[in-house]
């Protein structure tokens, strides 16, 4: 009897270091597995430009990222060589090395490519994608469509459609002026304020006038010259950067 306990006991605690010693390798690999998680999630890359700032950023595999006034964008460079994607609010002009396929996601849509140069604007109600080298693909809930050079989409509210055509090789704002196509007064004035560090006050002209013209960053003046004077607008500069609209 008393060596039948023994064995008893004997097998009991075997069973027991064996339950003891599996519940331990499974904690650490939970833990491993956490920690890769965690190392792949974490150290995202946040940039962000102020009022009137431009910015370049160099991607993990050698594209470029210009940046306007007042945007931002993220990435996870651990998980680049794989996944090339960005998050992107304001605007941005991207060089994309040739490679696995570069996207960008916005709230008013996504754009993916190959190897190619194309600019990007998301604002609220506002989106345009203009493909300056290659061939874009920009895909929202709705539409796709397949930019080649000098072809741009826009989505002003809730209608993305295919726009005008573009002679430029580079967007007018990575060298300090601003260009406007047939664009609503109000997204104009946005643009105006993002650049310069504005608040103006519009609430007594109709911001759906369309705008065909551009801005310079240099100087302030003649920046508000050449938006509002063209469209017959008085404005008043006030202090701390308000401008009236009359």
Not at 26 to 38: M, Q, S, V
Not at 134 to 140: L, Q, T, Y
Not at 185 to 207: A, C, G, M, P
């Amino acid at each position: 009897t008393k060596i039948k306990n023994r064995i008893a006991l004997k097998k009991k605690d075997t069973t027991n270091r064996t339950s003891y010693i599996w519940t331990l390798s499974i904690a650490a690999t939970f833990a491993i597995l956490f920690g890769l998680f965690f190392l792949m999630t974490s150290n995202e890359i946040n940039h962000t430009t102020t009022f009137g700032e431009q910015k370049t950023i160099e991607l993990p595999d050698g594209s470029l990222a210009t940046m306007n006034s007042k945007s931002g964008l993220n990435f996870n460079p651990n998980s680049w060589v794989t996944n090339r994607i960005l998050n992107l609010t304001g605007e941005a002009y991207f060089k994309v090395k040739k490679g696995s396929q570069f996207s960008v996601n916005t709230t008013n849509g996504n754009i993916s490519v190959l190897g190619t140069e194309f600019n990007v604007k998301t604002t609220d109600n506002f989106f345009e994608v203009v493909c300056y080298e290659g061939k874009v693909k920009v895909k929202n809930d709705h539409k796709e469509f397949i930019l080649t050079p000098g072809k741009s989409v826009r989505k002003i509210n809730e209608n993305l459609e295919e726009e005008y055509f573009t002679t430029n090789s580079f967007p007018a704002w990575t060298k300090g002026e601003s260009k406007f196509m047939s664009v609503p007064l109000e997204f104009v004035i946005r643009s105006l304020e993002k650049q310069y560090n504005l608040v103006i006050q519009s609430n007594k002209v109709d911001l759906t006038r369309i705008y065909t013209g551009s801005f310079t960053h240099q100087d302030l003046d003649i920046a508000l010259a050449s938006v509002f004077k063209t469209m017959n607008i008085k404005y008043l500069k006030k202090e701390n950067g308000i401008i009236s609209l009359e």
